[in-house]
């Protein structure tokens, strides 16, 4: 299997990639910077071909799919004070170039990464399936940008696939959508800094009593299901992809803080109303505090029947890892003071 991922180095892609060679796939890595992504952890084992281009090039993008059976469209930006223009264009306008090229290039499927933050607002989800949809937009820039770019990828399942140099044919364009829920593990300089400075300065906050529900997937079991998507038969189909355990808020937030060795999170009695309200909340976004305040839980079904998704990591194993990870890069302080990416 010949397969092109892009945002090969960020923290999904990158995790994508590892995982596709583990099972003897051949990588085109569609990058910004191909000189920086050769020597990159993530990237730099053989088998791997580097393609450099932007999401706003879909002829670049078509070059690289040349020959792949499969694309991986893994490029995104979790950054909830970024503007609309800038999410829309990479998430949105990127998805419309990567569904071009993918028609261009004959390739047989897409698997499109997406984020649970496509069906965010105010109040809780429990229990939701991929059928449970708002009467509205999601909230803010991150799910909105999210939810249409999936609508993107869903419609192009059912236009004709165009091979290169050739008219349409009755092959249709096979498409599968990942929705995670909060992505964690090592290698994350994403949320993870930002999570780091925020501890260092007396503990994550959770606000609320941390009683919620928290529905989070490791970077590899996400991995693990983009590369059952690749050659599984659905098509058509959005699938949330979730860790095995589904943990409260104190839980989850209190096993990070100790795999990074930071104070215990911080708990409150205001609800989320008043969260919102309070000025020293600016500087998380609300986004971020709906995130952690409300409970969110989706049904696995769907992953397992149409994918024959097992998660694979554990929260114990993969707060292990993190814990030795954040060791090796300096502790939660030198994470803190990283760029995120």
Avoid at 24 to 39: E, I, K, L, P, S
Avoid at 92 to 99: D, F, H, I, L, Y
Avoid at 179 to 195: E, F, H, Q, Y
Avoid at 252 to 264: K, V
Wanted: proline fraction near 4%; charged fraction near 25%; hydrophobic fraction near 40%.
């Amino acid at each position: 299997m010949r397969v092109l991922v892009t945002g090969a180095t960020g923290f999904v892609g990158g995790a994508i990639v590892r995982r596709l060679l583990d099972e003897g796939a051949t990588v085109h890595a569609f990058v910004r910077d191909a000189t920086r992504a050769r020597t990159d952890e993530s990237t730099s084992k053989q088998d791997v071909r580097f393609f450099e281009g932007d999401l706003g090039d879909p002829n670049a993008i078509a070059r690289a799919a040349e020959g792949c059976d499969v694309v991986v469209n893994a490029a995104g930006r979790h950054d909830d004070r970024a503007s609309l223009q800038e999410l829309g264009t990479l998430h949105v306008a990127g998805t419309e170039n990567v569904v071009r090229a993918a028609r261009h290039a004959g390739v047989k499927r897409l698997v499109h990464v997406s984020s649970s933050d496509a069906t965010l607002h105010r109040g809780p989800r429990v229990g939701w399936s991929e059928d449970r949809a708002l009467s509205h937009l999601p909230l803010g820039v991150v799910g909105r940008t999210k939810l249409e770019s999936e609508e993107v990828a869903i419609g192009a399942a059912g236009d004709r696939r165009r091979s290169a140099g050739s008219a349409a044919d009755d092959r249709r364009l096979e498409v599968v959508v990942l929705r995670p829920g909060r992505v964690w593990g090592v290698r994350d300089r994403s949320r993870l800094p930002a999570l780091a400075a925020e501890g260092l300065r007396g503990g994550i906050a959770l606000f609320g009593p941390g009683t919620n529900l928290v529905a989070t997937t490791h970077v590899d079991n996400l991995a693990h299901a983009a590369t059952l998507a690749a050659q599984a038969e659905a098509s058509g189909t959005i699938v949330y992809v979730l860790d095995a355990e589904l943990n409260l808020a104190t839980d989850f937030f209190g096993a990070l803080s100790t795999a990074l060795d930071l104070p215990p999170p911080r708990k409150s009695a205001l609800g989320v109303r008043s969260q919102l309200a309070l000025s020293w909340t600016k500087s998380v976004p609300r986004e971020e505090i709906l995130r952690r305040a409300q409970s969110s839980s989706f049904d696995p079904r769907r992953a397992k029947e149409q994918l024959g998704y097992e998660p694979r990591v554990s929260l114990g194993e993969g707060m292990r890892e993190l814990a030795t990870w954040t060791r090796q890069v300096g502790g939660a302080r030198a994470l803190a003071e990283t760029k995120s990416s």
